[in-house]
């Protein structure tokens, strides 16, 4: 950046003087978040970082992650167990302060309708879906979990009205993810999104959101601690289906652990 100011406009210089001022912030900012924190247009932002000579914001925010010391005012006496705990109850609890329990009824509605659950997810997200199509197959409801950014595309552009979506994405900026539910909203899927950020490419998408919060900065991508928050959503989701027809999903748990029962000795 300081090789490139002197040539700056002044909107990319607004960028310039956010990121200098805000370096912490800015590691756990969407893009959609950092184009409204600066003042500029969206394109102008992705246009800075590849004036820059970076592929996008996430890019930047990986190398920029690794000159940033992020700030750790956790007592150093503590183990990393502890560490870790403290973490992931952190994550839990952020989680459920925020929750909307409004939407979280509408996307248990929306589920329990349709006919047609699709889950996209890739990656580290992509485990949390599949674990999604576990619970989901468990209280008898009729889901399939797509990971392969391609499969995704095939399965997006065959749905149709009946068809409900969960778009698993921390960031709400991966652009595999994005452009699936792009082609999904076209069909007239109902989309829902499990995401940390309320502004992002994907939630301009997505018909309900629900939020988790956990912060992962680029260089903890993948993290468990923010898995735990996705899985926590996936657990309210999937409750919220097994009260609503409670004799249904016990009669399909009981059937289920029977036969799996004979897989064990």
Do not use: W
């Not at 820059?52 to 996430?58: D, S």
């Not at 994550?91 to 929306?110: G, M, R």
């Not at 991966?174 to 007239?188: L, M, N």
């Amino acid at each position: 950046m300081e090789q490139h100011k002197h040539s700056f406009t002044k909107s990319e210089k607004k960028i310039y003087h956010y990121i200098q001022t805000n370096s912490q912030e800015v590691l756990y900012h969407s893009l959609t978040e950092l184009s409204e924190a600066s003042g500029v247009a969206e394109a102008t932002v992705l246009r800075f970082f590849r004036k820059l000579g970076f592929k996008g914001f996430q890019d930047f925010k990986f190398l920029y992650a690794q000159e940033v010391t992020v700030h750790d005012d956790d007592d150093h006496d503590e183990t990393y167990a502890d560490k870790i705990k403290v973490n992931m109850v952190q994550a839990i609890e952020n989680s459920h302060e925020i929750i909307d329990y409004e939407v979280l009824q509408k996307c248990v509605d929306a589920i329990d309708a349709a006919c047609d659950v699709v889950l996209f997810g890739v990656g580290s997200s992509g485990i949390a879906a599949l674990d999604m199509q576990n619970r989901l197959m468990r209280i008898g409801k009729h889901v399939s979990a797509v990971t392969d950014p391609h499969f995704q595309f095939m399965r997006a552009s065959s749905m149709n009205s009946d068809t409900v979506v969960i778009a698993v994405s921390l960031t709400g900026s991966t652009k595999d993810i994005v452009d699936s539910v792009e082609i999904a909203k076209q069909q007239e899927a109902t989309v829902i999104a499990l995401t940390n950020y309320i502004k992002s490419p994907l939630t301009q998408y997505a018909d309900h959101v629900l939020l988790s919060s956990a912060k992962e900065s680029p260089l903890d991508s993948g993290s468990l601690v923010a898995k735990v928050s996705q899985l926590f959503l996936i657990d309210l989701v999937c409750t919220g289906l097994t009260i609503k027809h409670y004799e249904k999903a016990e009669k399909v748990k009981m059937g289920i652990s029977k036969n799996t029962a004979r897989k064990l000795y």
